[in-house]
């Protein structure tokens, strides 16, 4: 026998040895335990894995189903502030002819808070 098969066989006869002496450390019971919880989870994860799947499809599938009506109606959200937008400007541009034309024709900002209570919807909050 060469060196090299020599070194070889005794990294072999030593890795039996450990592995020997290795099982006799662990109960076998335990062993058995602990591949049966394995398989158990696993089972569990495969399980949880599939409904995952199938959810994912069915929320996919829903999704192809209304996406059409969310883009449809972004647009006519968008339309509807461009319109709003246009409509407040008119009417703050016909206010503050008025009130060239009629100082007197709207209340102060004192009373209005007392007449008009509505949010602002033009400012962010």
Do not use: W
Request: with cysteine.
């Amino acid at each position: 026998m060469t060196q090299k098969e020599m070194e070889k066989e005794a990294i072999k006869e030593a890795s039996v040895e450990v592995s020997r002496e290795f099982k006799t450390l662990i109960d076998p019971q335990h062993l058995d335990s602990l591949k049966q919880m394995q398989n158990l989870i696993l089972g569990r994860l495969q399980d949880s894995n599939a409904v995952l799947s199938h959810f994912n499809e069915y929320s996919e599938n829903c999704f192809a189903e209304v996406s059409g009506d969310f883009s449809r109606n972004t647009r006519v959200l968008k339309s509807m502030k461009t319109d709003l937008d246009y409509v407040f400007l008119k009417l703050r541009s016909m206010k503050s002819r008025i009130l060239a034309t009629y100082p007197d024709a709207f209340p102060n900002d004192s009373e209005r808070e007392v007449l008009d209570r509505r949010p602002d919807l033009e400012t962010p909050q």
